[in-house]
């Protein structure tokens, strides 16, 4: 098991850009796949992005996809969400989630599939 945080959240206009940085541990890191997801009020858990193992593989979600980019450090711990170009509808918050792999391409994209989870961090797109 490991123990995702997440920092980097804040207040951006519309058209800016965060990095939002997750560390974990309490586990073997480069064992699980991790993803982030993201909840709106009102709205159920979303993947936003996921990378595999060894980050070879990459998801994006279709809102994502040419503006935010996923990526991952094994030797730190780490994974990051690079996002550009933010629009109102980005605004929720952020959790990073860990799963161990292998297993099914469809689990990658699934909340349910991730067992642990960080405490989130709030990304507010507002003029």
């Known amino acids: 098991q490991v123990q995702p945080v997440e920092s980097g959240g804040g207040l951006v206009q519309p058209g800016g850009s965060l990095r939002l940085s997750c560390t974990a541990s309490?586990?073997?890191?480069?064992?699980?796949?991790m993803g982030w997801f993201r909840q709106a009020p009102g709205k159920e858990r979303e993947l936003v992005a996921a990378?595999?193992?060894?980050?070879?593989?990459?998801f994006y979600a279709d809102s994502a996809k040419g503006r935010f980019t996923i990526s991952r450090d094994n030797f730190k711990n780490a994974m990051y969400l690079q996002m550009n170009s933010l629009k109102l509808g980005d605004t929720a918050v952020y959790y990073c989630?860990?799963?161990?792999?292998?297993?099914?391409?469809?689990?990658?994209?699934?909340?349910?599939?991730?067992?642990?989870w960080g405490q989130g961090t709030q990304v507010t797109v507002s003029w």
């Open positions: 309490g586990g073997a890191f480069s064992s699980y796949a």
């Open positions: 990378i595999s193992r060894n980050g070879g593989a990459t």
């Open positions: 989630g860990s799963r161990l792999g292998p297993g099914p391409t469809a689990y990658y994209t699934r909340p349910a599939s991730y067992t642990d």
